[in-house]
């Protein structure tokens, strides 16, 4: 069992900068990839950026790519979205997961890849 917390979000301006943050527990971290996901309301779950357990990888949304970036620090389990330029179609209830042991670097854009959720942060951008 691995347990996610999601901290960070907030409202924030157009143009603004925030930085989530995903704490981890339980199982050992380092054999996670990690992924962040969104959902708008009334819309589906939608994949932000992945990255590997060794942190050798990165894979990103094309929506986000270039503004967001995600990173790990496996010493203290912990994963970070860091957002820059957002968006007011940034804003959305944002998820970190953890993916299951079997999925394959291909499949980590999607849900289905993840075994475990957190509760989500609210992430509100103004125009």
């Known amino acids: 069992q691995v347990r996610l917390e999601e901290s960070g979000g907030g409202l924030v301006q157009a143009g603004a900068s925030q930085r989530l943050s995903c704490a981890a527990s339980?199982?050992?971290?380092?054999?996670?990839?990690m992924g962040w996901f969104r959902q708008a309301p009334g819309k589906e779950r939608d994949f932000v950026a992945a990255i590997t357990a060794t942190g050798s990888s990165t894979y990103y949304a094309d929506s986000v790519r270039g503004r967001f970036t995600i990173s790990r620090d496996n010493a203290k389990d912990t994963v970070d979205l860091q957002m820059n330029s957002l968006k007011p179609e940034d804003t959305a209830v944002y998820y970190c997961a953890a993916a299951q042991l079997t999925a394959s670097s291909g499949s980590l854009n999607s849900p289905f890849a993840y075994a475990y959720w957190g509760q989500g942060t609210q992430v509100t951008v103004s125009s």
């Open positions: 339980g199982r050992t971290f380092t054999l996670y990839d």
